[in-house]
């Protein structure tokens, strides 16, 4: 039997065919790789693009740097430059690359130099790698020079080695993805030699670099760093290699990293350290940062952000946690995400640190990891902070106000103490201070209640133990007592302001909470799109303290010019072009971000299940960088108002398809009814009008007056159908237009009922019209049609003989005309949707449109009455419609009157 253990993981198969397809797409990137300036890598790209070139690549040059070197300008000649933009910079004028020419001229290969570079304040991007990103992205390949101390995981080492800091450095993941890296390697002897020649730099500043960087001992360093690095590349791309081609090897178990990161000089440090090693070993990795009550100060915060940032850049899962107990929370984590190595920094040797818990916290992780390696990662002695750890625990973001308030307090308990000596003791005095100690804690820091403790035990001996107003203490009890109220007093102010720290915490993490569930319960409670953007913008606006603006994309897929109008921010063509770019690039751009920092404000792209729906954008009015927390609920809040805008948008679909179904079904149906309707009296006037042609009958004067009659009716039913179908349009369109004036009810029903005279003929219509009926006014002639339809029903769905009663009548301040039959009636199930449109009852004899009663309710409607409809409690059915009774004189009339027509 075969064994399956030489079978390659399917997860990682699966995963490097979607990076080759990811690469396909984009642009290809080849970096020239150096130990650092003066091996020649500008030279050899040049030399490599010419090639290109000869071969018949489209290249120009985007940017290139010769530093003077006339050898490495001749290998410009005869390449297409594309001009470098300028920018005003202190009262100097200074050219970068011009990345919108490059995008607009759109070259087959792109030559940019020096990756690390940083550019001009006002530029798009911070840094020219993010312009190579950029073209890459655009489907553009690119050429490009970069140094091994550019590195952001080698920059720590390089500064150990040379005492230099990088401050200009590239992602390892952009080095990583590169398409090929070629090294351009140079012995250290033989760059000396080049340096002294003047072929790197100037001759003053050639011995300026020789007695610095360029150190026989730190070439060497570099030189090493370099070829191992490629080394490392290469070996990566063959185990991409194996995957692919389905070769057996080791990669059935996998490490997994996670580095602790607290807001300490150290974080970054550690952060690097655990990428450098996490490429090593090939191995996802984790950032994660435990929040406890401590309230960090602004120093604390940046160097949380900072840290945090370069985690994300550098390609890990950042993950934010709470707890009081770091290293239960640490292990709580790694259990979690299946975690088999933890990086943690180095805590001080200090007796102090020790007491306060640095060192002891590292040790219960390591007492409690088990399985899991813990690295123990120490910082530079150049890093260590100024900060002593005693100093580290007085600061606790506490004003002097809070020290001065404690001093104040300790000199008046002592007052009264005094006071109480000769009736309490010295030693109940101490249980005074106590209580204010405690009560101290609750309204100031740890610092404050530090020193109000020291200083209540020193006045406590001077001033109250025997002997009094010296610093001796002669009996054993006393300097017991005196110990003990001492660390009580230590530990109770502690601990009281822990407490209080902890439910500041507490309440900070339920304020943003609350933040979240009022977001969500109001935009979920929206009806609109217009209220959804109203809402969030006022959640956000007041959550923030900020000005708040919403671009959704138009159905044509594009960024509006203007901001929603329920937005408070207005944005400038500048900063349109912010929110363009975060749309584009799927990215936050803007302010305390990479790209266009010097924005005013900062836009998020709202990302939903279905792609991005939009752009918000976020001014602070307090002009400060938001805390994490607070950057993390932005975001939050940005997905949260994204999903709900998706969610609204496909209710607006799931709307607009119901109307289109339900469009198409009335269609069909009056496509149908109309048909039959037309069709009929169309037969019957052709057939008439055949029979008038025949000689045999055309002769005959009964039979020609027999089909001129049926011409006739036909012709009317054509005629009734066109009227029904143009009424309706009217309506539906409300293009209905009124001819209001006063009219008499009497002369309206007569004349009505003399329309349908012919309809009822085989019917006994009863009418019952009431005296001194008022005037009303309304439209005749519309009114006229509403009443010719409901007579019309009754004769078509009643059979032969059925009594047809109409009453015209007042009751109370409305005219009442009704409509009775005592025909079958209607379905009592179906009596809400009598006047639907195409509506006819089960049973019903074929013919007519469905659309008489429908139209009649949108005739009385548009005059200010009603219409309804009901079952007579004896068989048949009534309809009554209500119209308002105006103000003019009565019309004197008879007594009602009876009339039966046979």
Known sequence: MTSDDTRPDPDALLEAVKQEESVQQRGKLKIFFGMCAGVGKTYSMLETARSLKAEGIDVAVACVETHGRSETQQLLEGLPIIARKKYE??????????????LARRPKLALVDELAHTNVPGSRHPKRYQDVLELLDAGID?????????????ADTVRQITGITV???VPDSLVEHASEIELIDLAPDELLKRLAEGKVYTSESAELAAHNFFRPGNLTALREMALRLTAERVDHQLREYMQ????AGPWKSRERLMVAISASHLAERLVRWTRRMAYNLDAPWLAVFVETSHQLDEREKAFLVQAMSLARELGAEVLTTSDENVPRALLRIAHQHNVTQIVVGKPARGLLQQWFGSVQMVNRLIQGSGDIDVYVVTGDKSEKESERPFTGFLRSHSSINQYLISLAAVGLTTSVNLLLLPLVGYRAVSLVYLFVISILALVAGRGPVFVAAALSAFLWNFLFIPPRFTLYIYSVEDVLTFGMYFIIAIIMGTLTSRLRSQEKAVRSREERATAMYTLA??????????DLLRTAVKQIGQAFSADVAFLLISPGGRLPSQPHAASTLALSEKEYGVAQLAFEKDKPAGRFTDTLPLADAQYLPLRAPNGVVGVMGVRMRDSQRPSLDQQTLLETFARQVALAIERERLEEEAEHTHVVVESERLYKTLFSSVSHELRTPIATITGAATSLLDDKTGGNRAVRTALAQEIEGAADRLNRVVENLLDMTRLETGKLKLNLDWCDVSDLVNVAVNRVRGDLANHELILEIAPSLPLIRVDYVLLEQALVNLLHNAAVHTPPGTRVRVQARVDGDELLLVVADRGPGLPPDDLPRVFDKFYRAPGAAPGGTGLGLSITKGLVEAQGGTISAENRANGGARFIIRLPVGNPPSVPQDDVTTEVMP
Do not use: F
């Not at 910079?89 to 490059?102: K, P, S």
């Not at 319960?521 to 217009?530: F, N, Y």
């Open 89 to 102: 910079y202190r009262g100097r004028q200074l050219q970068e690359m011009d990345l919108d020419a490059v």
């Open 142 to 154: 690119v050429l490009t020079t970069v140094n091994v101390q550019h590195l952001e995981s080698r």
């Open 167 to 169: 401050r200009e450095t």
């Open 244 to 247: 692919v081609k389905h070769i």
């Open 521 to 530: 319960r109001e935009v979920a409670s929206a009806v609109t799109m217009d």
